[in-house]
């Protein structure tokens, strides 16, 4: 499938895709482009306000929050995404098992979803993260927890589905094996609502990180991270309100732009669906 012109075609997507590349790229680069040291205090430069030296500014310890901000990019971004990737595997093995096997297995894998799926997902997330401790691990672990079993059963209903196919069919009677099939058959075919599906629910993973450092029970000071960014200026929001501009429209802005981009994947990928909109 040639996504990637189809994508460039797609001005929306175009511009998503560069936002978040931008993004990332600044990321890596953070220990070479950044001004200062993110952690660095110096109280004399307390709430310092925009200047040559400041881009963006100073916060309460007279730290650079344009460092900040850089360096946060790979505690939001950076740590969402690994949580989607486990998150993609774990559920894409468990759901290919599920589907692909049927029988008691995808009987018993069905039930633990179903029991998974039945709680509120931000509640079960509080609640792990409250058994475990705080920490952007545990944070990272509770999101995986809940939203591996939604992915396996979304997963399992598309490898049933595509399973019914007359050229599966036909390999499974030539006695081609399981993991050819999986792999040049099934795989190809759940990727694309996969993909789209993913790019969605990171922009979700962002805010629950940010979320739960903001209210303290993530990425803990003194590390850079934008949640955490927006729960140090909540306090000063009224005689610095500049504070929290910049952290709030970093999440903004990259939480619309994969969500924008899972949209047009979605258009891409399924345009008949698209028409009947």
């Not at 997507?13 to 890596?28: E, N, P, Q, T, W």
Request: glycine share 6%.
């Amino acid at each position: 499938m040639n996504l990637l012109p189809q994508l460039i075609k797609n001005k929306t997507a175009l511009c998503c895709l560069i936002i978040i590349a931008i993004i990332i790229v600044l990321g890596i680069l953070a220990p070479y482009i950044a001004p200062f040291d993110p952690n660095k205090v110096r109280i004399i430069r307390k709430y310092a306000g925009i200047s040559a030296e400041h881009w963006l500014g100073c916060d309460h310890l007279g730290r650079d929050i344009l460092s900040r901000l850089l360096y946060g990019i790979r505690a939001t971004v950076f740590l969402s995404l690994l949580t989607m990737i486990i998150t993609i595997v774990i559920g894409s093995i468990i759901g290919l098992i599920s589907g692909y096997n049927r029988g008691k297995l995808d009987e018993c894998i069905m039930r633990m979803c179903d029991i998974m799926l039945s709680f509120p997902s931000q509640v079960m997330i509080l609640a792990i993260v409250g058994v475990l401790g705080v920490g952007i691990e545990n944070v990272i672990i509770a999101n995986i927890v809940v939203k591996w079993a939604w992915y396996s059963r979304m997963i399992r209903s598309s490898v049933i589905k595509y399973s019914r196919k007359n050229y599966i069919l036909f390999s499974r009677a030539i006695g081609a094996p399981h993991t050819f099939i999986i792999r040049h058959h099934l795989l190809p075919n759940v990727m694309s609502e996969l993909v789209v599906l993913a790019t969605l629910d990171t922009g979700w993973v962002i805010l629950n990180i940010s979320a739960l450092s903001f209210i303290g029970l993530g990425v803990q000071a003194p590390t850079a991270e934008w949640g955490l960014m927006l729960s140090e200026a909540k306090n000063v929001m009224i005689q610095h309100p500049m504070q929290m501009v910049f952290p709030g429209i970093a999440i903004l802005v990259v939480v619309a732009a994969f969500n924008m981009l899972g949209d047009c994947l979605r258009d891409i990928l399924d345009p008949k669906e698209h028409k009947h909109e």
